[in-house]
Nanobody, 115 residues
Framework: QVQLVESGGGLVQPGSSLKLSCVVSENIFNFNNVGWHRRPPGKEREFVVRINVGGVTHYGVSDKDRFTISRDHAKNTVYLQIDSLKPEDTAVYYC?????????WGQGTQVTVSS
């Protein structure tokens, strides 16, 4: 059974940076895409970024310069770096992977940006 486990969330101040991690239970190159979504409080889940098996990235956020997705094949881990955090980045961040028309999700990690 595929498992994805996120970590790295927390309470941070505006303007700071955060790096989220997602450990996948199998080779991340088995997936067509791995990436991140987020669900702000009281809102629908929204797509943040994904990276495909070839390394091509696609961003769903408008200010994509603050978001960086990366991966470590040896560790089966996908990362999301968020810089210059804003209060509107407050959300539960979910890691996902898709293959063979199925999507697999982590349990989410809470990021709260507040002074």
């Amino acid at each position: 059974q595929v498992q994805l486990v996120e970590s790295g969330g927390g309470l941070v101040q505006p303007g700071s940076s955060l790096k989220l991690s997602c450990v996948v239970s199998e080779n991340i190159f088995n997936f067509n895409n791995v990436g991140w979504h987020r669900r702000p409080p009281g809102k629908e889940r929204e797509f943040v970024v994904r990276i495909n098996v070839g390394g091509v990235t696609h961003y769903g956020v408008s200010d994509k310069d603050r978001f960086t997705i990366s991966r470590d094949h040896a560790k089966n881990t996908v990362y999301l770096q968020i810089d210059s955090l804003k209060p509107e980045d407050t959300a539960v961040y979910y890691c996902y992977g898709n293959k063979l028309s199925r999507y697999y999700w982590g349990q989410g990690t809470q990021v709260t940006v507040s002074s």
